[in-house]
């Protein structure tokens, strides 16, 4: 079993700055990607950013340049920085890792339970 826990989440005002983290443990012996989605009321889940195990980036249009996202691959950890936030930014945020559990098993996609984020006026 694998477990992603998140933490960080709260209440900002507008402009202001939070950062996210997620930890995974459990039975894992390699973690590919590892991402942020989040989900606002009544609209679906969206992709933030992720990050390959090399470090290569991806982010959604919307955070591209207030969002940083890293890792630390010895921690199974992954952070979002999140600054310059916006009421819009108000979701709950999930973390997604692709975890491999042992030798000859394929990766599968882990979630969080989410943390919320809240961005006020």
């Known amino acids: 079993q694998v477990q992603l826990v998140e933490s960080g989440g709260g209440l900002v005002q507008a402009g202001g700055s939070l950062r996210l983290s997620c930890a995974a443990s459990?039975?894992?012996?390699?973690?590919?990607?590892m991402g942020w989605y989040r989900q606002a009321p009544g609209k679906q889940r969206d992709m933030v950013a992720t990050?390959?195990?090399?470090?290569?980036?991806n982010y959604a249009d919307s955070v591209k340049g207030r969002f940083a996202i890293s890792r630390d691959n010895a921690k199974n950890t992954v952070y979002p920085q999140m600054n310059s936030l916006k009421p819009e930014d108000t979701a709950v945020y999930c973390c997604?890792?692709?975890?491999?559990?042992?030798?000859?098993?394929?990766?599968?996609?882990?979630w969080g339970q989410g943390t919320q984020v809240v961005v006020s006026t």
């Open positions: 997604a890792a692709d975890v491999k559990p042992a030798i000859g098993r394929a990766y599968s996609r882990n």
């Open positions: 459990g039975r894992i012996f390699g973690i590919s990607d």
């Open positions: 990050i390959t195990r090399g470090g290569s980036t």
